[in-house]
């Protein structure tokens, strides 16, 4: 057997028991997967979404505690106008559809981002998915809509300077930093995974990933399958991580 696939073999093994808390996961190419089969990007998003879902679930067999997952980020509304309504629609449909499973299934719901600018409806979906998700405990996605991480953390330092020029001396702690995100309350990720072949972080999670690790692949969101899933964990458990000492 040669070196690398003894290596892939080797991180093919999850131990379920020692799973990461949290994952991130910035789901990208689902343009690139729609025109390889000529069809417009917007089939891409529809893809992608499907595989959002069957990811979720699959995170919530396993015992996975948190995903986050990258929907739309605040410079996503560059994108051409049909492709930003493809994207808002298929998060109503998925919302929509949530809603009613969300309990029965035990998958809860939070946002990440500024709400202010989307839709009324999407907005609506979303108080109500923030309601049923207070009834109960259990495997929680996180999806980022509208969402920096540039963004994130200058509203953190805004809150963080009103607080200590009104008198908190303890305003610009790491604790109080971090409880003045959207992630408050919510561990940091241990491991970030982007398909779709490009290596940067656009702007996901800066705050919260920086001893994350990260990793890459070719593969494209909506190719990304649980066993792809499941052998980003295994890599992520052969790490050595060190959280700066030695
Ligand atoms: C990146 O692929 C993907 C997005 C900007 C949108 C992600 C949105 C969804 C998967 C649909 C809705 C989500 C949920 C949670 C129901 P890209 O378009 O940048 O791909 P490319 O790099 O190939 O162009």
């Given at each position: 057997m040669k070196w690398f696939q003894k290596k892939k073999m080797e991180a093919g093994k999850v131990d379920f028991q020692?799973?990461?808390?949290?994952?991130?996961?910035?789901?990208?190419?689902?343009?690139r997967w729609a025109q390889r089969r000529g069809l417009p990007r917007t089939a891409g998003h529809a893809q992608g979404a499907e595989n959002f879902r069957s990811?979720?679930?699959y995170c919530r067999d396993i015992g996975l505690e948190y995903l986050t997952v990258y929907a739309f980020s605040t410079e996503n509304w560059k994108r051409p106008q049909n492709e930003v309504s493809t994207i808002m629609s298929l998060l109503e449909k998925y919302l929509y559809e949530a809603i009613d499973t969300m309990e029965r299934d035990h998958i809860r719901m939070v946002f990440f981002g500024d709400?202010?600018?989307?839709?009324?409806?999407l907005k609506k979906l979303m108080e109500e998915t923030d309601e049923i998700t207070?009834?109960?405990e259990g495997f929680q996605v996180n999806v980022c809509l509208n969402y920096g991480g540039r963004d994130e953390i200058l509203r953190a330092a805004k809150k963080s300077a009103?607080?200590?020029?009104?008198?908190d001396e303890n305003a610009i702690t790491e604790e109080a930093f971090s409880n003045r995100m959207w992630s408050k309350g919510i561990p940091d990720p241990e491991l970030i995974i982007r398909p779709g072949g490009e290596k940067r972080v656009s702007n996901f999670l800066l705050w919260q990933g920086a001893y994350a690790e990260y990793y890459f692949t070719?593969?494209?969101?909506?190719d990304f399958k649980p066993a792809?899933?499941?052998?980003?964990?295994?890599?992520?458990?052969?790490?050595?991580?060190?959280f700066g000492g030695v």
């Open positions: 020692n799973l990461p808390r949290l994952i991130g996961i910035i789901m990208d190419g689902n343009g990811i979720v679930y709400p202010a600018p989307l839709s009324p409806k207070d009834r109960f009103e607080a200590y020029a009104a008198g070719d593969t494209l969101w909506p792809d899933l499941a052998e980003a964990i295994g890599w992520y458990q052969h790490r050595d991580r060190r």
